[in-house]
């Protein structure tokens, strides 16, 4: 077997920490990291000493880590830097991984795919929760016909206000608040349960009533209208209080013409109380961020275009740039299929 070299891209993104940790332990992968705009996060975490906690070899900067000749790059940046990151890296010859959602605008995350497509590399988008073992069962039935015929899909993405990293309530740097955070996931179980079916309508609202300090908007109800005639809803708030037991949730309610289906993506756990914190939750369980590794690693060492790619990327991009711009007019906004 021969050594994959994978380089990690910025320390921005606070699942960075779980993939370096899941690339540590694949055998046969080497890693190596660079935050090039770590010391723009005054009083975060970042930069060469992230990468000793972690006990990950550091570069300088990118053209270092590229000089490096990496298989892949797991890029884990502010969320408008993804593109220029995927430019340079591709160009470079390196196969990318992105961090969700793949771009703040439609023409951003097309162009990630034309440049991924002219370098011959591909381009894979952070979507963990499809690797989910309950959702592959879900996935399966409704391929199936279990469920009968698909008519509606009620979808939940809430957790708490961003802390720790000050980038997420930047829209500068963000793209915009809970609707670009949370719509996404919801959007990429879509379009695998849905296996591309393009989105053709968008209806959104958005408010700050939570965390009105916030520069973004702190909740939004998101609904898709898919071109079979699907209609899906997403409820992509900031709505867990700071003394909630973990970070927040994702759950799935899939209505079909012969039954219906419950995920909840974050349920394998144990409820208790602990002195001085009160309720407290013990996840077990998949990995979710290490099965997403684990389906780069193996693309990398078989040749194939792993899975969700960049077009699944374009697709969620669209649906929540549609998503800001009905919130705007406060109109249905109609998407070319």
């Not at 975490?45 to 797991?74: F, I, K, N």
């Not at 908007?217 to 003394?243: F, H, M, Q, R």
């Amino acid at each position: 077997m021969s050594t994959l070299r994978i380089g990690l891209v910025s320390f921005a993104h606070t699942h960075a920490t779980s993939y370096a940790r899941a690339l540590l332990a694949t055998p046969g992968v080497e890693v190596l990291a660079t935050d090039p705009d770590h010391a723009e996060r005054a009083g975060e975490s970042g930069g060469p000493a992230m990468a000793r906690e972690l006990g990950l070899d550091y570069a300088e900067d990118l053209e270092t880590l590229l000089a490096w000749r990496p298989d892949a790059v797991v890029i884990c940046s502010e969320n408008t830097r993804h593109r220029s990151y995927t430019e340079r890296c591709a160009a470079a010859g390196a196969h990318v991984l992105c961090e969700k959602p793949l771009a703040t605008s439609v023409a951003d995350a097309e162009a990630m795919v034309a440049a991924c497509e002219a370098a011959g590399v591909f381009l894979m988008v952070a979507f963990p929760v499809r690797f989910h073992p309950a959702f592959a069962a879900l996935r399966d039935a409704v391929a199936a016909g279990d469920l009968g015929t698909v008519a509606a899909v009620s979808g939940t993405n809430n957790g708490k206000l961003p802390a720790g990293r000050a980038w997420f309530t930047d829209p500068a740097l963000a793209g915009g608040g809970a609707m670009t955070d949370h719509t996404v996931h919801v959007a990429d179980l879509m379009d695998a349960l849905l296996d591309g079916v393009p989105p053709v309508g968008v209806y959104a609202q958005a408010n700050r009533l939570l965390h009105p300090e916030a520069a973004v908007e702190t909740g939004g109800l998101v609904s898709i209208e898919y071109a079979n005639g699907v209609v899906a809803t997403v409820d992509c708030s900031w709505s867990k209080p700071d003394d909630y037991p973990t970070w927040g949730g994702l759950t799935l309610h899939v209505v079909g013409s012969e039954g219906q289906a419950d995920l909840d993506a974050f349920g394998d756990r144990v409820d208790g109380f602990t002195t001085g914190r009160g309720q407290t939750w013990l996840s077990y369980g998949e990995d979710l961020d290490a099965l997403l590794v684990a389906e780069l690693v193996d693309a990398l060492r078989t040749g194939r275009r792993p899975q969700p790619d960049g077009a699944v990327g374009v697709r969620t991009t669209r649906v929540v740039e549609a998503a800001y711009a009905s919130a705007r007019s406060g109109q249905p906004v109609r998407l070319d299929p």
